[in-house]
């Protein structure tokens, strides 16, 4: 035979029992070339790019789900950040204007969209690490209002990168946002569609985070996989094996689950007639039993995530994730590491909710995978400054380790710590963890920037 | 003659017979030819693979996964095909 029995059921298996799925196909377009000083006129642009540039992205994704029998969860799209299209019609307003203009323009967005067939769309972003302009300000000032009026539409502030440092003025102002996005959308849930970020990948596959950075051609294809349970149901039947053989064999899985990326991701351009820019290695879980990546470190024996062990359990993973997946692709991007969501996961829950896993302890996981404090239910009582100080921790790991991070909470309002709170749909659903109780406020007031590390000056 | 397209048709159930006889006819039906068959128990379960060359195929992909898939409900069977080039990509370097 072509292939080996055990080679197709393998397959077969990893689709039908193991989750094994493309967790998204995320299309990124260029607006540059929709920039117009006039508002109607800029809006009426974006809108008719994306509907013509997206048009075969859903039709092209139900063929290749049969064509290979593989689940495509998600449809995206990924926009140049909305801060550098909106700098020209929003010059002359007075802020209130300009904030009006940006509500019009994200609802339109979100509406042409969600008429496509697309699930999420990314972008609504500004990259602030240095400093801010007008039009950025008022992207981050309009947040409060656009995310609790749409719902398809992902936002996501850079506040820091190794080389600038952390615009800490920034930082301030995005815990004061996100306790403002909490207080307007039910649960604090609009906070699930922003993140904030260090060192953002210009090719992120994966929402709140993706955007059409700068550097990108027209439009292009990112791709991002699962298959949480396929590592997972490779490591059960192995107790007992050192750890070498065992990066060993999510090595072997990993490239596999990449190449099924690799392979949709090619058929994907060439039928939208782009390129494929990004596959991202992380193993991206779903609320599910089965597909959850801290049921891959309770499998390599952690009895429970937050247990002490569970940072190297995860960093072992994610570095042989990294190595199995980049043979797999020549289109390695994005986050490219292991995803940790609170919410988005079934054992990290379970774990939260026992008390085996602490904020803390999920911090010092952030340093070892990608993407930081991710889906992170907190009391609705947490200050705006405590969500700031948070935020600044993630950061300073991002930028002292010259990784990407990023912070995504949920200030859940009038929740308590240890309550249960239900998202939806991807966004899973969650208890709510406790905050240290003392303050930085002192510290977040000072402002200013974080100076870039030393070993950020390698000319 | 055109070159072969594979796919690969996996068969997963009860066995019984008249199986390998229906899943067959649909494949002639649409000018399908078998070029290797085997069979395995996955999980205590029956399966049958089926390695087919498409290119004559007359209808679509999707056209002939629909009939597949309908003869193995009247089988009690769950039939599935994906185009070839998945297993290479997983299975080859």
Known sequence: MLYSKEEILETIKMINLENLDIRTITLGISLLDCIDADPQNAVAKVKEKIQRTASGLLPSARHLERKYGIPIVNLRISLTPLSAIIAAPVRGMNQAEALTFCDDFAGELDRACQEMGVDLVGGYSALVHIGLTFAEEVLIHSLPAVLSSTSALCASIQVATTVSGINMDAVRTMGEIVKQISERTEKGSGCARLVVLCNAPENIPFMAGAFHGFGNPETVINIGISGPGVIKSALQSQRGLPLQDLAQEIKRRAFKITRVGELIGREMAEALHTRLGAVDLSLAPTFKVGDSVAEILEAMGIEKVGAPGSTAALALLTNAVKMGGAMATSAVGGYSGAFIPVSEDVGMVAAAASGALSLEKLEAMTSVCSVGLDMVAIPGDTTAETIAGLIADEMAIGVMNNKATGARLIPVPGARAGERVEFGGLFGSTVVMPVNPFSSRDFIRRGGTFPPPIHSIRN | ?93
């Open chain 2, 1 to 93: 003659m055109k070159d072969k397209e594979l796919a690969i048709i996996t068969v997963m159930g009860r066995d019984r017979p008249g199986l390998v006889a229906g899943i067959s006819r649909v494949l002639a039906d649409h000018q399908v030819n078998i070029e290797d068959i085997s069979q395995t128990i996955l999980q205590e379960m029956f399966s049958m693979i089926l390695i087919v060359d498409i290119s004559a195929c007359q209808t679509s992909f999707e056209a002939l996964q629909e009939a597949l898939a309908q003869e193995g409900n009247s089988l009690g069977v769950k039939v599935l095909m994906q185009h070839k080039k998945i297993f290479d990509f997983m299975h080859r370097i």
